[in-house]
């Protein structure tokens, strides 16, 4: 073979290497970002929802002590359309962006704040019928279903702003070394 064949071979495979390689390295830059903008997004929600926790077991509270004083009023709540969780409902297939962890402990507080609508929904609906105990327990079990949300989210709305604002880093064995030596030369 003569030299300039060898060459082209050579400049060829140097090419297709590298456009391979850029390829995996675009498509893992646009999975982070789309994963910091999805634990931005879900920690605004979150942080929205936290602010409202202090009303929410007072109210809780206040219905439990106005049934232990007899002074029970009788309709407490008006009936209302469930609310939604418009940027985890948009985004519960992309889940796995988060990584496995944050994944888990997003659908575990999502789940006790739909537990808690529910519950409080059925509240809205149905207490002039309820007896004082059957009120007092699904009140209850409200606060208790805010209050799992509550004690898990506050610690995920920092793991998710943390995700949010981490650089990006190539998911490749050597990735961490290009990490570790980019930090000194810059």
Not at 117 to 132: C, L, N, P, V, W
Not at 150 to 178: C, M, N, S
Request: with cysteine; glycine share 6%.
């Amino acid at each position: 073979m003569s030299d300039g064949v060898i060459v082209a071979l050579i400049a060829g495979s140097v090419a297709i290497c590298v456009a391979y390689l850029n390829s995996f390295l675009a498509e893992s830059l646009r999975r982070f970002r789309d994963g910091s903008a999805l634990a931005a997004s879900l920690a605004g929600e979150l942080a929205a929802y936290e602010l409202a926790l202090p009303m929410i077991v007072a109210m809780l509270n206040g219905i439990v002590s106005n049934i232990d004083s007899g002074q029970r009023k009788a309709t407490f709540l008006r009936p209302f359309e469930r609310p939604r969780d418009r940027v985890f409902e948009d985004v519960v297939g992309k889940l796995g962006l988060l990584g496995v962890l944050l994944s888990e402990d997003v659908v575990f507080v999502y789940s006790n704040i739909g537990a808690f609508r529910i519950a409080m929904e059925i509240i809205a609906r149905d207490e002039k019928e309820m007896t004082d105990e059957e009120l007092r327990l699904r009140c209850a079990a409200c606060k208790e279903a805010v209050e799992r949300a509550a004690a898990r989210g506050a610690d995920l709305i920092i793991k998710l702003r943390t995700r949010a604002h981490q650089p990006f880093v190539p998911e490749w064995p050597w990735a961490a070394w290009l990490a570790l030596f980019s930090r000194y030369t810059l």
